[in-house]
């Protein structure tokens, strides 16, 4: 039975796997022949088939007709390989699109791999710290990244948006202060990247640092 039930399992494996490729071929020639439509929506199905795919969901953030739907994507992108590499940085304009619709992030949580945010349409967003997780300090460990200090100002920047956005006006330049100094000692393509995105949020959350300072002083003026 246990040997019946495991060869099923191979047959239902390999079945999806040859199905998931089928796909892929078909989305790949419908973007040759310039129907994006239709490329997307067998993009959307090959998610479907294998929904731990990273070439499926990369193929359906390339083809992502909206930002909604690119955000979707992107995020599960994110959840399943947080140190993917994305080519087209793809992460990095949905996460740029999204503040220039709404310059509004507010922390949500972390884990030792990614960061989540909630935007102004209450979309969670799923973004990757991009370095190792730090434990306890141990002599064989390698140095901390460059742009760990930038994380942290990041982090009180955001928090400080609870303290009627003044936090957020103070920590917010800090952030960008420390990454800019730290942009000499970059080396990878993905640090590069994360100053980018770690430079976007600060400028959104110092504008909106200032919105809510300046509700708050009218607020309490009268």
């Not at 959307?44 to 088939?49: D, E, I, K, L, P």
């Not at 740029?96 to 209450?122: C, I």
């Amino acid at each position: 039975m246990y040997v019946e039930k495991k060869q099923k399992s191979i047959f239902v494996d390999n079945q999806s796997s040859q199905r998931l490729t089928d796909l892929l071929a078909e989305s790949e020639k419908a973007i040759q022949e310039a129907k994006p439509q239709r490329a997307y929506k067998l993009a959307v199905q090959a998610t479907q088939v294998v929904p731990e795919s990273i070439e499926a969901w990369l193929l359906r953030a390339t083809l992502a007709p909206s930002l909604d739907e690119r955000i979707l994507a992107v995020n599960r992108l994110n959840e399943l390989a947080p140190g993917y590499q994305d080519k087209y940085n793809l992460a990095f304009y949905a996460l740029k699109e999204s503040l220039d619709r709404d310059p509004f992030l507010r922390y949500l949580e972390e884990t030792d791999e990614l960061y989540r945010v909630v935007n102004a349409q209450r979309v969670v967003l799923s973004i990757p710290k991009k370095r190792a997780p730090v434990n306890s300090p141990s002599p064989d460990q390698a140095p901390p990244g460059p742009l760990k200090g930038a994380y942290r100002w990041l982090t009180m920047a955001i928090l400080g948006l609870l303290l009627a956005g003044i936090g957020a006006v103070i920590f917010a330049p800090i952030t960008a202060f420390v990454t800019l100094r730290a942009q000499d000692s970059l080396q990878s393509r993905a640090e590069r990247l994360s100053s980018t995105v770690i430079l976007i949020v600060a400028f959104g959350l110092f504008v909106i640092g200032v919105l809510f300072s300046i509700l708050f002083l009218l607020h309490w003026l009268g």
